[in-house]
Structure formats: C-alpha cells, structure tokens
Nanobody, 115 residues
Framework: QVQLVESGGGSVQPGGSLRLSCAPS????????MGWYRQAPGKQRELVAH???????YYADSVKGRFTISRDNAKNTMDLQMNSLKPEDTAVYYC?????????WGQGTQVTVSS
C-alpha cells in the first residue's frame, strides 16, 4: 500500500506564501493522478488542485491564479505552491493519489493564515 507523506504546512500572515510537498513511498508520481484537498473546521473536504499523469491540471475557482500544483517525476514528489494566502485558506491540506480503483490519502498538514 502506498503511503503519502505531506510536509510544508505552517502559519503565515495574509498575503504570505507556503509550499506543500507530498512524497509517496513508491515511485508513483509519474503514473498516478495526484492532487491536494483541504478541510476547514466544520466544512467538507474539498478539492484544491489536481494534476494528471500526463500533466493536465485543475484548480478550484477559489485558488486560481494563487496556487500552482506541480510534479517532479525524477524526485517522485508533488508540490503545491500557495501564494497570496488568505484567512479562508486555513485548513488541513491532504495529498491524494488515484490509479484505477485505488485512492490514497496522506495524514494531512495544517495551514493557518492569520494576522
């Protein structure tokens, strides 16, 4: 079973930046469709950004122009660069990987945007 490990969360002031990274236990980044989800307190988990195995990307409207998802096949990592962060971006962010019927989740990393 693939394990997904997130890193890079933390606290930042509004307008700041953070970079999240997801490192799978197996060499899957080049093969799996991968993405980032987030869940704020009292809200449902939502898709933030997604990147397919062929490099196509999708962004939620709320993060378009501010977040960038990328994949490094050589390093087997998938990152989310988050710029111009807003308080409403505060949530636990989860790495996600999909291939066929397999869906994997990381343990989550907290992102807090507050002045």
């Amino acid at each position: 079973q693939v394990q997904l490990v997130e890193s890079g969360g933390g606290s930042v002031q509004p307008g700041g930046s953070l970079r999240l990274s997801c490192a799978p236990s197996g060499s899957i980044v080049s093969v799996y469709d991968m993405g980032w989800y987030r869940q704020a307190p009292g809200k449902q988990r939502e898709l933030v950004a997604h990147i397919t195995s062929d490099g196509s990307t999708y962004y939620a409207d709320s993060v378009k122009g501010r977040f960038t998802i990328s994949r490094d096949n050589a390093k087997n990592t998938m990152d989310l660069q988050m710029n111009s962060l807003k308080p409403e971006d505060t949530a636990v962010y989860y790495c996600n990987a999909r291939l066929g019927l397999y869906v994997g989740w990381g343990q989550g990393t907290q992102v807090t945007v507050s002045s």
